[in-house]
């Protein structure tokens, strides 16, 4: 797939739920690049006084919130896997916040490139125009099964239904430029990365 031009170098990763992300980009992180993760800045302004909290209680409610005030991401998963509709208003509200607050990060912090960990970037359909490339971190479904029931507590079939609203493996591949397989040993991994750190720093140098 041919690089897609954007201003100054920027990298994507993507990869379904327990795939191996953000080992990856923590990997790249230790070799200087900036690491903006969408999950983490979604968590952020979903807690208590978050940015999207007062949008998301004038469309689902206050029942939607935790004692605290933050979102019950219980209560949301729930609703979102009954009511598709639902799950679209929600990243209505949600990706705009999310996609200013990811350029604000990419203009403070100051690594080799930028590096965006955009979980949905295949199914959101916008990312692909603003990063100049994308890294797919791909493996076995039965072993993102298995790494999210241990790391979530999540039964099987609830990590199923997740899967089943995520692009497939095919469909993230499709629009990869370098892949990464996690079902490999950490030393590889990280010998790929490096080798791919590198060849980001030149296309960054070039830019």
């Known amino acids: 797939m041919q690089a897609r031009s954007a201003s100054g170098f920027s990298l994507g990763i993507t990869g379904g739920i327990g795939s191996g992300k953000t080992t990856v980009a923590n990997m ?34 206050e029942d939607m919130l935790d004692t605290d005030g933050a979102l019950d991401r219980k209560k949301m998963r729930e609703l979102v896997f009954k009511q598709p509709q639902a799950r679209r208003e929600l990243e209505a509200i949600l990706h705009p916040i999310i996609r200013q607050e990811c350029e604000r990060q990419a203009l403070v912090d100051g690594g080799s490139y930028p590096i965006f960990v955009v979980p949905l970037l295949y199914e959101s359909g916008t990312w692909a125009d603003r990063i100049s490339r994308i890294l797919v971190v791909d493996c076995e479904e039965e072993t993102q099964i298995q790494r999210v029931m241990a790391r979530n507590g999540f039964s099987r079939q609830q990590v199923e239904d997740i899967l089943l609203i995520q692009a497939t493996r095919a469909e993230r591949l499709s629009i990869a430029h370098d892949v990464i397989n996690s079902d490999q040993d950490l030393a590889q991994i990280r010998r790929e990365i490096a080798d791919l750190h590198q060849n980001y720093l030149n296309l960054a140098q070039a830019s």
């Open 28 to 61: 790249f992180a230790e070799l200087g690049a900036t690491i903006i993760d969408t999950d983490l800045i979604a968590h952020q302004v979903t807690a208590p006084n978050g940015l999207a909290i007062t949008a998301i209680v004038d469309r689902f409610g």
